[in-house]
């Protein structure tokens, strides 16, 4: 494989500042960027340590798949790394999709230093006159003033029209709700579902899609995994009549690419359903007709 453009071009070299390819003794710093609540206050959760080095990861993978990513910002002064500035190509649907993001992180002690400006114009320049994006576009929290600043004195514009939520996230939490759940972000996402035995259907819906759940939580009851989901502790894949009136706030969103099951009833000749059978067929049918009109 020939190297890309970019790859020819790193380090992209600044002032004070290298943007380069990651290295392993990159890792410890990383680690402690991505631990940091100041650092991860606009984001879902802190990462553990093994979800930092998957985050690392995966950024290295996209590099090599698409000759960019999100690189290493180091402090030409010290060596160290002082955070992440880079590209990458956004992985869910909204207004301005497809697209190449940039994006940007840095350990606090780099914070107020005009480290972040000064790498993300050296990205922006590699990302029009050395990759010749057409575009790069960059989104964030209506909370985060931070970044939206430095949008502004990159000269990018606030387009409202293509404002979105983003996806997978509990309701309540600050980065909001989606139309839809990407289905790669259960590799990212801690996962919660309940024992293998007694849903097969996870397997497939993963299998069909070509991604690996990060599981985190095994756990028997469909409830209890609600409860955790309400408490931000993981995402899970539940059917959605047992989501219906089940006393927990979180947001039922529905998966990137829809699965149905089938209902199948087993009743022995010659026998008349049973009550209990009989009441949950006309809860199905109940069901459907609500939420499903057009449904059989």
Not at 97 to 114: N, S
């Given at each position: 494989m020939n190297p890309s453009p970019a790859h020819q071009t790193l380090p992209l070299v600044t002032e004070r500042l290298r943007v380069r390819l990651w290295t392993e003794a990159d890792r410890a710093a990383f680690r402690r960027m991505n631990a940091d609540p100041r650092v991860m206050k606009f984001f879902p959760s802190t990462l553990s340590e093994a979800e930092s080095d998957a985050l690392l990861a995966r950024i290295q993978a996209h590099q090599a798949e698409h000759g960019f990513t999100f690189w290493a910002v180091e402090d030409k002064a010290t060596g160290s790394l002082a955070g992440l500035t880079g590209l990458a190509r956004v992985a869910f649907d909204a207004p301005f999709?497809?697209?190449?993001?940039?994006?940007?992180?840095?350990?606090?002690?780099?914070?107020?230093?005009?480290?972040?400006?000064?790498?993300?114009?050296?990205?922006?320049?590699?990302a029009f006159k050395v990759l010749e994006l057409p575009e790069v576009v960059a989104f964030t929290t209506e909370s985060n003033l931070p970044s939206q600043g430095l949008m502004r004195r990159l000269g990018m514009l606030h387009n409202p029209a293509e404002d979105f939520d983003h996806p997978a996230l509990p309701p309540d939490h600050p980065l909001s709700q989606a139309p839809f759940y990407p289905m790669a972000r259960f590799a990212e996402d801690p996962f919660i579902r309940v024992p293998e035995d007694r849903d097969v259907e996870f397997g497939r819906i993963f299998q069909q899609a070509g991604v690996r759940p990060n599981l985190h939580y095994t756990v028997n009851d469909d409830f209890a995994i609600q409860a955790m989901v309400e408490q931000g502790l993981g995402v899970s894949i539940q059917p959605e009549l047992i989501l219906q009136n089940s006393g927990h706030r979180f947001a039922a969103i529905p998966l990137e690419q829809p699965h149905f099951r089938d209902l199948v009833l087993a009743v022995r000749r010659g026998r008349a359903p049973s009550v209990l059978t009989a009441r949950f067929v006309d809860c199905v049918r109940r069901w459907i007709g609500q939420a499903h009109p057009s449904g059989v």
């Open positions: 999709t497809p697209c190449v993001e940039i994006g940007w992180r840095f350990l606090p002690e780099y914070w107020g230093t005009g480290y972040a400006l000064e790498a993300a114009r050296s990205v922006m320049g590699c």
